[in-house]
């Protein structure tokens, strides 16, 4: 395999361990067995866990826009593309109910270490606020996009949290079905008021 193949799988399943394990408990031990390499090659790659940690909140970055991406190609509509972010609570639920929100989980432990790194990964935060808004804009609802985007963070943070708390499922299904609810009374909502 190339170098540039090795490097790849090492991002990969450090960011897999990153989430299942936390940051701060993942050592290079784990990731390199993980992959299958010596530490001696692995160093070869990586000279520190904070280069691979940036290695992972760039791939989260890359993958996240990938997904925004696609969302706006398959629909028209800034609604659907919201329900999109709504279901991806349902599509990744088993990982949610196992592990969190990967965003959420790495900024927590990023923040509580105090970790030069943390201000990065609150950038995929940043990401979906700024999508989010996008999407209300067009809706029209430019003058308050943010604070509904910061609503619906903040709402899928809190389901994310719960349900790993209390693994289940059936929550997760009733709050993405309240958030659309929730969406279309603020659709109805500003067009009376527009």
Not at 36 to 60: P, Q
Not at 96 to 123: Q, R, S
Not at 155 to 163: N, Y
Not at 174 to 186: F, P, T, Y
């Amino acid at each position: 395999m190339s170098a540039e193949g090795t490097r790849r799988q090492i991002v990969q399943a450090a960011n897999q361990l990153f989430y299942e394990r936390g940051f701060e408990a993942t050592s290079f031990a784990h990731i390199a067995g993980a992959v299958g390499l010596s530490r001696g090659n692995f160093y070869y790659h990586f000279k520190t866990k904070d280069e691979i940690l940036d290695a992972v909140i760039a791939l989260r970055m890359a993958n996240t826009r990938a997904m925004l991406d696609a969302w706006e190609a398959e629909d028209d509509e800034p609604v659907d593309r919201i329900r999109s972010f709504f279901n991806i609570l349902i599509v990744n639920r088993t990982k949610i109910m196992a592990y969190g929100c990967p965003v959420g989980t790495l900024c927590n432990e990023l923040a509580k270490l105090d970790h030069v790194a943390k201000a990065d990964a609150a950038e995929l935060f940043t990401l979906f606020r700024d999508w989010l808004r996008r999407q209300f804009a067009a809706l029209g609802r430019g003058a308050d996009a943010d604070a509904l985007s910061m609503h619906v963070l903040m709402r899928s943070q809190g389901v994310a949290s719960l349900a790993a708390a209390f693994r289940d499922e059936g929550f997760i299904r009733r709050e993405v079905e309240d958030m659309s609810a929730w969406l279309d009374a603020e659709i109805a909502g500003g067009a009376r008021a527009a």
